[in-house]
Structures are given as C-alpha cells and as structure tokens.
C-alpha cells in the first residue's frame, strides 16, 4: 500500500513513517520543513519537499491508498498572536490537500487532532462525546477539520479518522522529541539535566490537582504511530471514527519533573512562575473507544519507560 505522510519530518511524522515502512507500506514524506527536519525523514521513504496545500504538487504525486496528515503548527500560545496563521495552515491548506487526494482517488485520511479541541473546562476523564469548545484558533483549527471531514464523509468521498492526542511524549534513537521553538515540558526538563538549560519553569502551583500544578496525560510516540497504522486498516470497517489517544493516566508537572530527576539522576532548578492563560488545570484521555474499535494497546506509555525512551533518545541526538 502507498501511503503519503505530511508532516513526516516532524516528531510524530517521522515516527509513523518508520513504523508504516517497517509494516511493510510505501511511504511518500511530505514536508515543507517549516519546522521539521530534512534528518528526521526515514532514509526508506521517499522525501518530497513542499506545502502539504499545493494542490498541483499533490495531484502530480499519483494516487495513495491513504494519508496520513500531521502538517500542521501545533503551537497554541503563537495561535492566540497570529490565529489567521494557523487558519491558513491548519485548516486552508488541509483541505486543498483533501481536495487533491480526492480527485486523485485517494480513499482513506487519517487525521492528527488533538485534546485542544475539548477546551479549558473539561470533565475528567475526557470522552469523544465530551463537548468540544476549544480555548485557542490552535485548537479550533482541529476542530474545523474534523467537522469539514466528517462532511466529505457523509458525501462518501473519503474514509477518515480524527485521532485526538493527548501529549505525546518518549521518543526514539532515530527520532527523538524535538520542536522548534520547544515549548514540551519533558524535553525542556531533559534539557536542564542535561545542562543545556539553565531551569525550568512551571506555570502555576495553584491549580486543584494533587500538588497544584497541572496534570496532563503523556503518551509514547510509538504507541500513538501503532494507532495511525491500526486506523488505517480500521477504515475498512468504519468510515469515519473520532478517537481519543491518551493513556488514561495523569500527571502533574511536578511528577514529570521528579520522575527526571529520578530516570537521569540530575538535578537542576525548577522555578514556579504565574499560571498560563487558557491551561486546563487537567487534561485525562478516556480511551477506551481507541482500543476497542483499533485493537490497540498501550506498550511503552509507563511514565519511567516515556522518560527513559526520551533521555536515550536526547542524548544520543
Ligand atoms: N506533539 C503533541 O503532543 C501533539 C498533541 C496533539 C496533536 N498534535 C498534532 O500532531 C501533529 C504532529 O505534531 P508534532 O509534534 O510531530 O509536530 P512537528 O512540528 O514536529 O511536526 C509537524 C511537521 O509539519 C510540517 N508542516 C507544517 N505545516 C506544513 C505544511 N503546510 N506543509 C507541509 N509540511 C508542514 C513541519 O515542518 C513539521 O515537520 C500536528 O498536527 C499536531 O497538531 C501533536
């Protein structure tokens, strides 16, 4: 099967192409390399270099039995400054591309959403059938693709799947976790025991969780790229599927950094600043619908296993 991936020299591009190749599947990577990097592309795939909305470009790349779409900037705070940035990008050049695998024949999307779309208020632990009500034009944006899809949908023109992230997190040797800007907690807390930073800071210690800072559910990048490869088989059976990836477990930030003192055995400064607008002050995936309707299982996403797989990975990189 032919497979194009946007996104794929991103974190969690790349690690879905790897696992898509390793299965067996062809690969097109797609990237604009806006944030990603040319390094991070599998050397099995075949790299294309460009705007995942540039029809022309899309249409001139043949017909795929799916894609697999992570392109997209993924930072919510520069959403709240530049929202007609992420409009465009997120949502515009999404259904140009949608557009061009369409005419193409392309039969199946699978699509990156993410827990943005639930919002600040949420009830713990979040459903699919949650009210969304995203806080920031990041979050919308996923939320406006999911419901443009579900229309293609509805019309039989595609196959497709919403997979709403939680926090990915771990990492590989191959592909570490790595943004630019990076502005992930494990990462920027990996760097100051690593000394490359000088500290961390936490946003908020007056939060109602268990030791007032927020709680968020972190998931291996490689079980969250096992759920892209099951749902493009699971396409198949169900035309559109709406699925949270999360673990079901939270931590706080305060956990996350106490197990990376424990996992690298450093230590280094973590200074407490004043809360961030728009942060939940908990965010816990329910994902029971995920591995029921996929078949899929968590493999990696102990938090001692994420932190080591991501300290590896650091210091290899
Ligand atoms: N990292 C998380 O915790 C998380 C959580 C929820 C959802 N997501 C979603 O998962 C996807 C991948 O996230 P990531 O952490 O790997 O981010 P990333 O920034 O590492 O990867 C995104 C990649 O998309 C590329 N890109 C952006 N716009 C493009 C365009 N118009 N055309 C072609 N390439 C383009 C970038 O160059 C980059 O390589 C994103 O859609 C993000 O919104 C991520």
């Known amino acids: 099967m032919r497979i194009l991936v946007t996104g794929a020299a991103g974190f969690i591009g790349s690690t879905t192409s790897e696992m898509l190749l390793d299965d067996g599947y062809e690969v097109v990577a797609l990237d ?11 050397v099995r795939a075949t790299f294309v270099e460009g705007d995942c909305g540039d029809m022309e ?5 043949g017909a795929f039995d799916a894609c697999v779409h992570f392109a997209a900037r993924i930072e919510p ?64 944006s996923k939320l406006m693709v ?17 997979l709403r992230y939680f926090n990915a997190a771990g990492g590989t040797l191959a592909h570490p ?27 908020g210690d007056d939060y109602p969780t268990v030791d007032g800072t927020c709680v968020r559910d972190y998931i291996h990048v490689s079980d969250l790229a096992r759920a892209h490869v099951l749902a493009i088989a699971a396409l198949d059976e169900h035309p559109l ?46 994902n029971e619908r995920a591995q029921e309707l996929l078949g899929w299982s968590l493999e990696r996403s102990d938090l001692a296993t994420i ?10 990189n």
């Not at 999911?146 to 919403?162: K, N, P, T």
């Not at 106490?258 to 965010?283: L, M, S, Y």
């Open 177 to 203: 976790e790595r943004h630019h800007p990076e502005n992930h907690l494990i990462p920027l807390t990996l760097a100051a025991a690593a000394g490359d930073r000088p500290q961390i800071s936490i946003f």
């Open 32 to 42: 604009n390399l806006s944030r990603g990097r040319r390094e991070n592309v599998p």
């Open 77 to 140: 705070a520069d959403s709240m400054v530049t929202p007609e940035v992420f409009f465009d990008n997120n949502v515009g050049a999404t259904f140009r591309l949608l557009r061009a695998l369409v005419e193409n024949g392309t039969s199946k999307f699978v699509f990156s959403s993410s827990c943005a779309v639930y919002g600040d208020r949420v009830t713990i632990p979040i459903g699919e059938d949650h009210p969304t009500a995203p806080h920031s034009p990041y979050g919308l």
């Open 241 to 286: 599927l709406t699925l949270n990836l999360g673990t079901g477990h939270g931590y706080s930030n305060r956990q996350i950094v106490d197990t990376v003192r424990e996992v690298t055995g450093r230590d280094f400064t973590v200074v407490t600043t004043a809360r961030r607008p728009g942060d939940p002050a908990a965010a816990v995936a329910a």
């Open 57 to 61: 470009l899309i249409a001139s790349l």
């Open 146 to 162: 999911e419901q443009g899809l579900a229309w293609f949908v509805s019309q039989g023109r595609i196959r497709a799947a919403s």
């Open 307 to 316: 932190i080591s797989d991501a300290w590896d990975a650091y210091r290899v």
